[in-house]
C-alpha cells in the first residue's frame, strides 16, 4: 500500500525545537521532491517547504526561513521537517507530500498536530 | 508569489446539480501547473485535477478541470452527497506554491 505516514507532533513552548518525520511504504522516496504543508485550525492549506528527490535543492515559504529545515534521507524512505524557534502561528496540522513531476501532490501524508503554547 | 483566489467562497447546491468553481491567478501561471484538492473534515487533501485539466488516478468522470493562464474552473457535472466538502486550487508553477482560499461547497 502507497502511503506516506507523519510523526513527531505534539504540545511544545514557544521558542523551543521539534523535528517531525514522514515514512513512505510502497514506494521510494527516492525518485520524488517531497513537501511539507500546513493547515492551521480551521484555516487553509499553506506550502512551508520543498526538499528535491537528491537533497540537492530546498525552499521555504518567507515566514519559516531561518528556523525551520527540510531534509530527507532517502536510504530510509524519510522525509525530515526540523523546526525551532517555535511560534504560536506554527500551529498546525503538517502533511507531506509527495511530487513527481507535473502530477502535482498524488500522495498526503494523514498529517501530524503540532501546537506551539506556553 | 503568485495568488490564487478562488469564487465563491461557498457555494450551496443540492446534489445532482452542477457546480461551477473559479480559481484565479495574480499572474500566468506557465505550463498549466494548477491542480485542485478536495478536503474533507479531519482528513488530508485529495488531488482531484493536476495540470489543469488532467484527472488523478481513481477520480470520477464527473469532475473536470479546465482553463489556462491565470483563469481556471473546476467543474462537477453532477454533484453526488459524498462531493460536498472544501475545494482547493493549487499552483506548482513557482515557488512559493501556493493554494487558494478554499471553496466550501454545501448542500443547499
Known amino acids: 500500500q502507497v502511503q506516506l505516514v507523519e510523526s513527531g507532533g505534539g504540545v511544545v513552548q514557544p521558542g523551543r525545537s521539534l523535528r517531525l518525520s514522514c515514512a513512505a511504504s510502497g514506494f521510494s522516496l527516492s525518485g520524488s521532491g517531497m513537501h511539507w504543508v500546513r493547515q492551521a485550525p480551521g484555516k487553509g492549506l499553506e506550502w512551508v517547504a520543498v526538499v528535491y528527490y537528491d537533497g540537492t535543492k530546498k525552499y521555504y515559504t518567507d515566514s519559516v526561513k531561518g528556523r525551520f529545515t527540510i531534509s530527507r534521507d532517502n536510504s530510509k524512505d524519510t522525509l525530515y521537517l526540523q523546526m525551532s524557534s517555535l511560534r504560536a502561528e506554527d500551529t498546525a496540522v503538517y502533511y507531506c507530500a509527495r511530487l513527481i513531476g507535473f502530477y502535482a501532490f498524488d500522495i498526503w501524508g494523514q498529517g501530524t498536530t503540532v501546537t506551539v503554547s506556553s | 508569489e503568485i495568488v490564487l483566489t478562488q469564487s465563491p467562497d461557498t457555494l450551496s447546491l443540492s446534489p445532482g446539480e452542477r457546480a461551477t468553481l473559479s480559481c484565479r491567478a495574480s499572474q500566468s501561471v506557465s505550463s498549466n501547473y494548477l491542480a485542485w484538492y478536495q478536503q474533507k473534515p479531519g482528513q488530508a487533501p485529495r488531488l482531484l485535477i493536476y495540470?489543469?485539466?488532467s484527472r488523478a488516478t481513481g477520480i470520477p468522470d464527473r469532475f473536470s478541470g479546465s482553463g489556462s493562464g491565470a483563469d481556471f474552473t473546476l467543474t462537477i457535472s453532477r454533484l453526488e452527497p459524498e462531493d460536498f466538502a472544501v475545494y482547493y486550487c493549487q499552483q506548482y508553477d513557482s515557488f512559493p506554491y501556493t493554494f487558494g482560499q478554499g471553496t466550501k461547497l454545501e448542500i443547499k
Open positions: 495540470a489543469a485539466s
